[in-house]
């Protein structure tokens, strides 16, 4: 892939990651589809439901982003494989908000032992491919870390903190030590946060720095083009 490609992608996978974010917060997902996932759903607005199913046309956006990401970690292959996720995992997931809220408003108004198998049926699924989505997920995102601090990547150390690794083990800190704080933060923090964060750093570090389809070119802090404070010249 070219600079000038990913100067064409780039800014679509920033706006894409966001819209699904949007999406996730209309929707009000704030553990992944938890057990009260579709008990509130007959009371969302239409429009916001038929946002979150549709958010899954943009997933096209997000796994180019995912791949943009990869050619900074000098590892295609993981681009590709994120990619294949985002695309059938994910896709599938968003899939599942139409006929959750169909069904929860069926239910709703008429609530037989039927239909709550019929939901318990659905949940059974969707459980499975979330499995599946956060251990692959897990996995891939963990390699990401590593290849990080490696310094071996087109991105400083720092960007392994911006993985939604990292918003895992702040939930986790925050439930020991402020669960508070962490309810007040969870309907806002969610996993399509993290991600949408991620993608949209790993985005401007494309688009500034221009070793970065560069194998040899490494997140040494005299040859990155996004300087902080922290970083003095030498």
Known sequence: MTQKT??????????????????????AISDGFGKGFWQHMPDLAAWKVDFAGYALLLFPLLGMGVYILSIGLRQKWLGIVGAWILMTVCVFLHTSYFYFAATSRLYAHNPSADIAKLLES??????????????????????????VLSKKT???????????????????????IAPALREMLSPIL???FWFALMITIA????????????????????????????????
């Open 6 to 27: 990913i100067r064409r992608w780039a800014p679509w996978s920033i706006l894409g990651s966001w819209l699904i974010y949007v999406a996730d917060i209309l929707i």
């Open 122 to 147: 659905f949940s059974i699924v969707k459980n499975n491919f979330l499995l599946i989505y956060f251990v692959l997920m897990a996995v891939l995102l963990l390699f990401i870390v590593i290849l």
């Open 154 to 176: 087109a991105y400083p150390r720092w960007f392994a903190l911006t993985t939604p690794l990292t918003g895992i083990l702040l939930s986790r800190l925050l439930s020991a």
């Open 190 to 192: 969610i996993p399509a």
């Open 203 to 234: 985005m401007i570090f494309a688009l500034k720095d221009k070793n970065f389809t560069n194998k040899e070119a490494s997140s040494c802090p005299e040859n990155s083009v996004l300087h902080f404070p922290w970083h003095t010249n030498r």
